[in-house]
């Protein structure tokens, strides 16, 4: 599977110029922070100007004349900076959720567009987490590291130096020099705290890979006796754990050092300078107080800023893996004038859809899959009239999928066409087709909830009565009666609560209940227990009959009575006739059941 | 062995949690004492700043005279006392900046110390762990589903390390901060001290419920985010069936649905926790107000002075973050009992015993002999009553159909399970396999399973799995495994990384690795556990052939479902459900006429000559 690899930064403006569009629903709110994120700043601003004038005002002329004043003020100011903070806080909750939520929807949106090459390429795991991880970053960064701390912050440093340089700016400068030797530090930790926190990471998620292999490879570790070798390797995996977590955790214990530090350091300097002026009568001891806590209290919104800032830089990677996803264009899309007549995926035109009688036909076919180099199909013509049985066989991993990706167009051929009811697929939706064919996978995908939800997956309208009947016909009721609550068992998630045969059978129900005029089979090739095995094939009998289908078959006993088969190895369709004709050729088809007549006969001997 | 682990049992949960928790601490505790001691060396210093300023204050820049004990006066007097430093405050500053020097300085050390008391723990307890689950009989790995193990070792033991490295050891500093703040806020003004801490209590028992309360909000929010990734986990796996049924729109609206519940759940839990941060806010900002105007009136009162009014809203500032954290701290704490718990279960399931038997001396035979052997999984009966006679240096193949219980007798002699005692027994070279330690049983056979683990290293390391190999022992054993060709069609060879990290390899090349594998050491007994059934019937036998030249004497059981693979043993025996139901040499089953006779004619006949194929 090819991974995208990780593109460098080539979007302007740490990549939010490309958020804007998402960014738009949120834009009242992200003003409104904007301006209650300067208040609360100004409030922490002032703030220190309290010790001062209780200095200035009571303590020095000794007297509390106007100490009423003092505290109705002092007092709304608190009030600002609580409703500030907790508004503010809750904005920001807002502001994260709304984005998070609106990105969610719209990659998954993306998701259901993108064709089935685009899923060949990319695993499971790396779209799952551009949908989910991606997107929770992006909208906890901005909302969080731009609009509440960096804008806070930003608000709270100028506001405090703008103030200091008003109130005396030979001290201020004391101040002052220090703050660029304070980002600098910030920055230098910052990254080098990011750097060691994903080895840290990395190391972590080789320790629970080692735990995984202990116990996932008990009885071999047993049989082979290395659980001293292992222990070892794992000893070796831990100790290289705690020296990178140390060394992390030493990191961030010298940069917080440093930050207080720092701090300390600045009201030495006022100390010294300030102090001077002071004796010299020249500063108000309340002003040198406000001075001295500024000192203190204004490295760590340095600090603040300058993760915020280091965050958005590292922002840019996820918001470009999004942005790509987004911007990916389906190999296979319905044109203009088709999604115009017959609506797309989710707003259907049906009153506009033609019925399916069920003739498929292959004309002069060449494909190639987009990620691969040699034609697989060149210039295959076949002819497949409502009603046929086509059976596709051959090794694992031969390529048996190629024709029924072309069936339902999850690719379109390179060249050539296929037909359906003579007429192109893409002169028709995508959602027009899907809806006349019923799948059958060879790992039955049930989705976690209720049977009945994945029963009716394909038709939601679908009445009782229908459903008993499907149920019934594909010998599947048993499943159902077996259950406490019939069809409103939950089948867990993947169906996990149910055998790999109940499985089977109810993905045949479900196509059954979708009443496809198509019908595509990939079989599995687990083995399952014989009776099941009895129950899947009185079943599939009853789902064909009457259908035009497409059979990949693993269990040759399954298609002896297919109208065509089709031989596929390396790719290509080598053998192409009937059961018979094949056997008589002696070719590859005669050696496979040859071989797999024997392992049949085998079991029956055992069970005989 | 068996008396300590009787009185194991017989202790109380809560006794065992401490005891788990005493052990863990050990290799540790040192780290987090010396930890503790730089923090309190680090809050001393840092508290000291706010005394120096006050004297600068008062009779520095003011004119009072200062208070201070003795010691200090008289160190000052040698320095040319307030005179010499109101002229050079350059001094004092310089005061400040050593003190905060030694402040960062043990704050680092702090840290540090922590760390590692942290790392140390952390390393110790999965070192365990891992090498306890390694010794864990492999009844009791059936038993344990491996993502509930795996979150044990991991997640669990964050939570124990995060106790101590992180709650504990912040408590401890917290207190210890809080009552050297107290002490020198005491010293200036005693009922400025009172109106301060008032709001400690208030505080801390606030945090603490409203902690306790969101936990549930926390679970449920956890809850909802699982149902969205399960959703999108299984419309990205199902994205065929989703596309061949149409139900695009359907999925979105899933999706969509889901994503507004899980949104709103987190909508109102940041409701909840506005208002916490609000009024956390509005607590402390109380408290500081509080200071500032009680101080004040204090001062106009004369009963302090200006420096000791800036010192104590110094200190007052430096609690109010502690103070606010001590709340969550102590609500987190409450996990850790659960964690050890949890633990602990892995800890105290007993180890598989080297011995379960009375012991007995190597004999040096490695002939196997299974005397009425029956097994039972709870009340599945499995095997009953096999017996089988396997002498030194012979070859024997077993035939049988799934399930038919060949596996399991395998399982028993390398004593994965032990045979229960009255059921029958096991003798190698004429000593009960329970007699024999557990490392020279298994060194002395080697199995080859049907589905082998292997292991996400290279393929060198995985055939010298068992001890270093020399690259012509390498060689030979890959050779015989008839996969030396194989190997050599990687671009790095030996070297070459397999499994999730590297090459996929297919279901024969493992089989066939695995056979390597124990190849590349010698074992007196071979057991080859189906482990052909992936390869094809050519290469089966080239394996076959090439192994015959190699064994060197030992005892072989082949188990297999091909009778190429078996009738060249020296006796063969077929099993069903559970049961010995035919045994004898090839040509003994053959004139016997049974299963075996039967399903010899169907792999060797061509299905022409049995006239059943175009039916």
């Known amino acids: 599977m090819k991974q995208h690899e990780e593109a460098h930064a080539s979007l302007k403006w740490f990549g939010l110029p490309v958020l804007f569009p998402y960014l738009k629903r949120c834009k009242k709110l992200m003003i409104s922070m904007l301006a209650l994120s300067l208040l609360g700043g100004i409030v922490d601003i002032f703030l220190p100007f309290f010790p001062d004038i209780a200095i200035t005002r009571f303590i020095e002329p000794k007297t509390l004349h106007g100490i009423g004043w003092f505290i109705a003020v002092y007092a709304v100011f608190l009030i600002v900076q609580t409703v500030v903070n907790g508004v503010l806080a809750f904005w920001a909750c807002k502001l994260e959720l709304t984005i998070q939520k609106d990105l969610k929807n719209t990659v998954f949106f993306r998701l259901q567009e993108l064709s089935i090459s685009f899923y060949n390429q990319n695993s499971v795991g790396y779209l799952h987490s551009r949908a989910l991880s991606d997107t929770d970053r992006i909208g906890s960064t901005i909302a969080w590291g731009i609009f509440f701390d960096a804008m806070w912050n930003f608000a709270y440093v100028i506001g405090a130096v703008a103030v200091m340089l008003a109130l005396r700016p030979s001290l201020a400068l004391c101040v002052i020099a220090l703050l660029p030797v304070m980002a600098v530090i910030s920055f230098f930790f910052q990254r080098k705290l990011v750097k060691t926190g994903r080895e840290v990471r990395e190391i972590n998620s080789r320790i629970t890979g080692n735990f995984n292999e202990g116990i996932t490879g008990a009885m071999t570790v047993k049989t082979l006796g290395i659980e001293k070798e292992l222990d070892d390797h794992f000893k070796a995996e831990t100790a290289n754990m705690r020296k990178t977590a140390v060394f992390n955790g030493h990191l961030r214990g010298a940069f917080m050092s440093l930050i207080t530090f720092m701090g300390f350091a600045a009201l030495a300097l006022v100390l010294w300078q300030g102090g001077r002026i002071t004796e010299a009568g020249l500063l108000e001891l309340g002003t040198l107080s406000v001075f001295m806590s500024y000192a203190l209290n204004i490295m760590e919104p340095v600090r603040w800023a300058v993760q915020a800032f280091s965050d958005l830089i590292n922002l840019q990677v996820n918001i470009e893996r999004v942005h790509r996803l987004l911007t990916t264009v389906p190999d296979v899309a319905d044109t203009p004038e088709v999604i115009e007549k017959y609506g797309d995926s989710f707003h259907p035109k049906k009153e506009n859809w033609e019925d399916v009688h069920g003739d498929v036909e292959f004309e002069d076919v060449t494909f190639r899959y987009p990620d691969g180099d040699v034609n697989v199909l060149e210039h295959f013509s076949l002819k497949v009239p409502h009603g046929t049985m086509v059976a596709i066989v051959g090794e694992t991993g031969a390529g048996k999928s190629t024709l029924v990706n072309l069936i339902c167009r999850f690719f379109e051929p390179t060249e050539g066409r296929v037909l359906l009811d003579g007429r192109d697929l893409r002169e028709r939706s995508q959602l027009w087709l899907h809806s006349h064919i019923g799948y059958v996978l060879q790992t039955p995908h049930l989705f976690s909830g209720s049977i009945r939800d994945n029963l009716t997956f394909g038709r939601p309208d679908v009445t009782e009565e229908e459903l008993d009947l499907a149920v019934k016909r594909v010998h599947a009721d048993w499943i159902v009666a077996r259950m406490k609550d019939g069809y409103d068992a939950d089948v867990g998630e993947g169906g996990s609560r149910l055998s790999g045969g109940e499985r089977q059978l109810l993905s045949f129900a479900r196509a059954l209940i979708a009443d496809p005029a198509i019908f595509v089979l990939d079989e599995a090739t687990s083995s399952i227990d014989t009776e099941t095995e009895a129950a899947i094939q009185k079943a599939l009998t009853e789902v064909l009959t009457g259908r035009t289908s497409f059979v990949i078959a693993h269990r040759l006993s399954t298609i002896r009575s297919a109208d065509i088969i089709l031989l596929v190895d390396d790719g290509k369709i080598v053998e192409r006739g009937t059961h018979d004709e094949l056997m008589a050729a002696k070719g590859a088809y005669w050696r496979l059941y040859t071989r797999q007549y024997e392992l049949d006969r085998t079991k029956e001997t055992w069970n005989a | ?615």
């Open chain 2, 1 to 615: 062995m068996s008396n300590k682990s009787k009185n194991r049992k017989r202790r109380s949960g809560a006794a065992e949690n401490r005891r788990l928790f005493a052990s863990v601490l050990k290799g540790s505790l040192r780290f987090f004492l010396a930890g503790i001691a730089a923090a309190i060396l680090m809050t001393g210093c840092e508290m000291i700043i706010p005394q120096i300023i006050r004297t600068t204050v008062d009779s520095c820049i003011g004119s009072e005279e200062p208070h201070l004990p003795a010691a200090v006066m008289n160190f000052l007097e040698g320095f040319g006392g307030r005179a010499y430093l109101r002229e050079h405050l350059w001094v004092i500053a310089a005061a400040v900046v050593v003190f905060a020097l030694f402040a960062a300085f043990f704050r680092w050390l702090s840290s540090y110390e922590n760390a590692m008391g942290g790392e140390t723990l952390t390393q110790n307890l999965q070192d365990r762990l891992f090498a306890h689950i390694g010794r864990l009989p492999f009844a009791w790995h059936m038993e344990h589903p491996t993502g509930d193990i795996i979150q044990r070792c991991t997640s669990d033991v964050r939570v124990i390390k995060d106790f101590c490295a992180g709650q504990l050891f912040s408590l401890v500093r917290i207190v210890l901060m809080i009552v050297l703040a107290v002490t020198f806020m005491v010293s200036m003004e005693g009922r400025l001290t009172v109106i301060a801490m008032a709001f400690m209590p208030i505080v801390i028992a606030y945090s603490l419920a409203f902690h306790v309360r969101i936990r549930n909000q926390f679970t449920q929010v956890d809850e909802a985010e699982g149902v969205l990734s399960t959703i999108t986990q299984e419309n990205l796996t199902g994205v065929r069936v989703v596309r061949a049924f149409g139900q695009e729109a359907r999925e979105y609206d899933r999706f969509f649905k889901q994503n507004a519940h899980y949104t709103d759940l987190w909508m109102k839990l940041s409701t909840t926790m506005a208002w916490f941060w609000a009024f956390g806010d509005l607590f402390s900002g109380l408290q500081v107000f509080f200071v500032v105007l009680f101080g004040a009136i204090f001062c106009v009162q004369g009963s302090m002075s200006v420096g000791s009014y800036l010192a104590f809203i110094s200190y007052n500032s430096m609690l109010i973050w502690p103070i606010r954290s001590l709340g969550r701290m102590i609500s987190e704490m409450s996990k850790t009992g659960v964690s050890l718990n949890r633990i602990n279960e892995i800890l105290l399931s007993e180890p598989e015993q080297s011995v379960t038997g009375h012991g007995a001396e190597p004999t040096g035979d490695t002939g196997i002999r299974i005397e009425d052997v029956s097994f039972a999984f709870g009340k599945a009966e499995v095997l009953s009553d096999v017996t089988m006679e396997i002498p030194q240096g012979s070859t024997i193949g077993i035939l049988g159909s799934t399930g038919s219980g060949k596996s399991t007798l395998m399982h028993l002699i390398d004593r994965l399970y032990d045979v229960p005692d009255g059921q029958g027994r096991i003798t190698i070279g004429g000593r009960d396999v329970r007699d024999i330690p557990l490392a020279e049983l298994r060194g002395m056979v080697g199995i080859v399973l049907q589905e082998p683990y292997l292991f996400s290293r290279t393929i060198r390391e995985n055939i010298s799995m068992t001890g270093e190999r020399t690259e012509e022992e390498r060689r030979r054993a890959a050779a015989i495994a008839c996969l030396s060709e194989t190997i050599e069609e990687f671009t790095d060879q030996y070297e070459t990384i397999i499994g999730e990290r590297g090459v996929t390899l297919s279901g024969g090349q493992r089989q066939r690795l695995a056979i390597a594998r124990m190849l590349s050491e010698k074992k007196p007994i071979m057991i080859f556990d189906d482990s052909l059934s992936a390869v094809d019937a050519e290469t089966d036998a080239r394996i076959r052939h090439a192994l015959s030249e190699n064994l060197g004497g030992a005892t072989v059981i082949l188990i297999s479902h091909r009778i190429s693979t078996l009738m060249e043993a020296d006796r063969i025996y077929v099993m069903h459900e559970g049961r010995v139901v035919e045994s004898g040499t090839h040509e003994e089953l053959l004139a016997a006429g049974g299963t075996y006779a039967r399903i010899f004619a169907l792999q060797y006949g061509t299905p022409e000559e049995r006239g059943e194929v175009s039916a």
